[in-house]
């Protein structure tokens, strides 16, 4: 069939390539070309473990991809609503725009939070692990935060690298149940993890932390992992943002100006600033490719109702379960309810480490099995999806 229709899509994460695949699998009419920095898939679930030296986190977009995308490896300066114009002066003309950018790390409002090190992207994960191996026996590594990525981050450095002290500052899983909360606590003490709790940091000076009761902790490393920032290009390109510079989109990922330009990601505005699109009155979007790949899938149905001057269905999402790893041979798997509400029921111990293993393993799968043509039948919403793929 002679091809119609052109999108382009801004950005190859979960849900760039998700929806790029999903388009070119169903839709032989339209051609994708997708624009990304680097011509690798980065599975940012794995950076902790980049960071650690404990596994790599980089497949090839080739193989993700779907065999008729173009992938033009750059980065986008401004986007319009028919034209993307990348950094090297190309101009891509288009029929629609997938706003698929993701975020970065935040130096956040710590000061000296410059100083601190982050595994929010593949370099700063990379520069950790430098950091790490050239750090002297029985350094101390200060963890800053709490939450998921934070204990998937001690943990894994705990385990990796017991010649170094590791000091987690923060409250460890503080939105989980009081039960797991517990075997959390267990295991950071397994791991030796010194764990610094109803406090917050203050500053970040050279050599140490310093919390907000006066308390100063040495410091040979420090890794920053709450607080991410989003790419200002939203913003520059004169679309309609909210404070944090996030595409504002509506319940159908469609940008609220109405032009089109779909946003896809997942987001946290629970947090303030997470990925790059916040869907406007949905206040339960946890950054995870759990909500990254049926966004990615939904925005591109959403492209192609656009395309064919249909309106464009509302999103239905739900969650599944929040799978985190505690080191390589442990983890939790917490079940929840469709708003991310944390159940009674978990998975917790050696048991949770395989399947969160398995779960993410199975991610990756699934985008190989789009690529090849062979997803999810068509029908299906983001919510069947969702609920078919348990993701982290």
Request: aromatic fraction near 2%.
């Amino acid at each position: 069939m002679t091809t119609q229709f052109h999108v382009v899509v801004v950005g190859a994460g979960y849900a760039g390539v998700m929806a790029a695949n999903r388009l070119l699998a169903e839709h032989p009419e339209v051609a994708v070309t997708v624009v990304n920095p680097r011509p690798v898939f980065v599975e940012r679930v794995r950076l902790h473990q980049v960071a650690a030296g404990s596994g790599t986190a980089t497949h090839e977009l080739s193989d993700l991809l779907h065999p008729r995308a173009t992938l033009h490896v750059g980065s986008a300066v401004r986007i319009e609503p028919h034209a993307v114009s990348l950094a090297d002066g190309t101009v891509l003309p288009c029929d629609a725009v997938i706003y698929a950018v993701g975020s970065t790390s935040g130096s956040g409002a710590i000061p000296g939070a410059e100083k601190a090190f982050s595994v929010a992207d593949l370099d700063s994960a990379t520069a950790l692990h430098d950091a790490l191996l050239e750090a002297d026996d029985h350094a101390s590594v200060v963890v800053i935060g709490g939450g998921l990525t934070g204990l998937e981050t001690v943990t894994e450095l705990a385990q990796s690298h017991p010649r170094h002290t590791l000091v987690l500052v923060g409250d460890p899983g503080a939105a989980l149940p009081a039960n797991t909360q517990r075997y959390i606590r267990h295991r950071l003490d397994e791991l030796g993890v010194q764990v610094r709790s109803g406090t917050r940091v203050a500053r970040i000076d050279d050599g140490s932390v310093v919390l907000d009761d006066g308390t100063e902790i040495p410091a040979t490393l420090v890794v920053r992992t709450a607080g991410f920032s989003v790419p200002d290009l939203a913003r520059r390109s004169g679309l309609p943002v909210d404070d944090d510079g996030r595409l504002r989109v509506r319940d159908t990922l469609q940008a609220v100006d109405g032009t089109p330009i779909v946003g896809v990601g997942d987001s946290m505005p629970i947090v303030g600033v997470g990925d790059a699109v916040v869907v406007d009155g949905n206040d339960h979007l946890r950054m995870s490719c759990q909500a990254a790949m049926p966004l990615g899938t939904h925005g591109a149905d959403t492209v192609w109702q656009l395309l064919q001057g249909r309106e464009p269905a509302p999103l239905s999402l739900g969650f599944v379960t929040t799978c985190i790893s505690l080191g390589r041979d442990r983890g939790v798997v917490q079940l929840s309810a469709r708003d991310d509400t944390p159940s009674r029921w978990a998975v917790r111990g050696r048991l949770a480490a395989p399947v969160k293993e398995a779960v993410v393993r199975g991610t990756i799968h699934s985008m190989r099995l789009q690529a090849r043509g062979r997803a999810l039948p068509t029908r299906r919403g983001p919510d069947t999806a969702a609920r078919e793929k348990a993701r982290v």
